[in-house]
């Protein structure tokens, strides 16, 4: 069974400071893992995808992925009311490119002005 | 802009109904995707396909069956709907890419099926 964990929350955090988000998995083999957004009553968006170890960043988001511990996190810097959301961790558990993915139950985060 | 359009947004049906949830997406995509989504269990993916009158099993196939016979359109199908099927179902879909350079996912809105 392949499996993706991360805390349900919620999580609060003051407008400016940093969120951090986690997720672990079960799979060594997996290549290609991912973070969705979804506003309340609103469809996934993605956020970020991480292929390799180490830090990707994109504006004031950071995807961070350790393949020896499984773990991969999201960081948000300058957390802003506008990310109150829930995050999905998503692992592609197939090839690349086929994009069978397995979500994890997402964490709800609340930015408090 | 991709857009993946789900025919309902809400949907109310009886116990052993027969329903049938319609997807369609407009920008090409050769990858279709059928989850459903419930409190506390994340998104789980039911069937996809990666072609035409192709189809697999996701991980909670049971009680589900799909059809894909244009690229554009991907339908999921209950043919005896029961309770425990009462959930908001979401499409996506994506581009077939050989590398993992673009994976991703464009889903429709969700419709939420209940089964009463």
């Known amino acids: 069974q392949k499996e993706v964990e991360q805390n349900s929350g919620p999580l609060s955090v003051p407008e400016g400071a940093i969120a951090s988000l986690n997720c672990t998995y079960s799979?060594?083999?997996?290549?290609?893992f991912f973070w969705y957004r979804q506003y309340s009553g609103k469809s996934p968006e993605l956020i970020m995808s991480?292929?390799?170890?180490g830090d990707k960043e994109d504006g004031r988001f950071t995807a961070q992925l350790n393949k020896a511990s499984q773990y991969v996190s999201l960081l948000i810097r300058d957390s802003q009311p506008s990310d109150s959301a829930t995050y999905l961790c998503?692992?592609?558990?197939?090839?690349?490119?086929?994009?069978?993915?397995?979500f994890g139950q997402g964490t709800r985060l609340t930015i408090n002005p | 802009d991709v857009k993946v359009t789900q025919s309902s947004r809400y949907l109310v049906k009886r116990t052993g109904e027969k329903v049938f949830l319609e997807c369609v997406q407009d920008?090409?995509?050769?990858?279709m995707f059928w989850y459903r989504q419930d409190p506390g269990l994340g998104l789980r993916l039911i069937y996809f396909?990666?072609?035409?009158?192709?189809?697999e099993k996701g991980d909670i196939p049971e009680g589900y069956s799909v059809s894909r016979e244009k690229k554009e359109r991907f339908s999921l199908i209950l043919e005896s709907a029961s309770t425990n099927q009462t959930s908001m179902y979401l499409c996506?879909?994506?581009?077939?890419?050989?590398?993992?350079?673009?994976?991703?996912?464009?889903f429709g809105s969700g419709t939420q099926l209940s089964v009463l």
């Open positions: 396909s990666y072609d035409v009158k192709m189809k």
């Open positions: 996506a879909s994506s581009l077939w890419e050989g590398g993992s350079a673009n994976e991703k996912l464009f």
């Open positions: 920008m090409d995509h050769e990858n």
């Open positions: 799979d060594r083999g997996s290549q290609s």
């Open positions: 998503a692992v592609n558990y197939a090839r690349p490119g086929a994009q069978k993915l397995v």
């Open positions: 991480i292929y390799s170890n």
